[in-house]
């Protein structure tokens, strides 16, 4: 199983960037994003599951959409109004099941920054 990252970038505040993180060599559970500022934790930004249902981080909602193609095995991640506390180094993670366990996978990071 591999998760490849893409769509990070410089952008000013209030712009926009998507992410994208394409699941290869299964399908997935769920997959989520998460965030890692300088000497901070990782911390979920948003998830959606195989079959759509959706949740955000506080500070995320209204500005970030997540959402899916299935027959890409890919999950996306618009994100709007980017503010420069969002920078962050972006991870996508992804619950793999393998019968009845559900396994863990992380793509390499994407960096974004937000400047004022």
């Known amino acids: 199983v591999q998760l490849q990252a893409f769509g990070g970038g410089l952008v000013q505040a209030g712009g926009s960037l998507r992410l994208s993180c394409t699941v290869s060599g299964s399908i997935f559970t769920s997959v989520g994003w998460y965030r890692q500022a300088p000497g901070g934790h990782r911390d979920l930004v948003a998830s959606?599951?195989?079959?759509?249902?959706?949740n955000y981080a506080d500070s995320v909602k209204g500005r970030f959409t997540i959402s899916r193609d299935v027959a890409k095995n890919t999950v996306y991640v618009q994100m709007n109004d980017l503010k420069p506390e969002d920078t962050a180094i972006y991870y996508c993670?992804?619950?793999?099941?393998?019968?009845?366990?559900?396994?863990?996978?992380w793509g390499q990071g994407t960096l974004v920054t937000v400047s004022s």
């Open positions: 993670n992804a619950r793999i099941p393998d019968g009845l366990v559900q396994y863990n996978y």
């Open positions: 959606i599951t195989r079959g759509g249902s959706t």
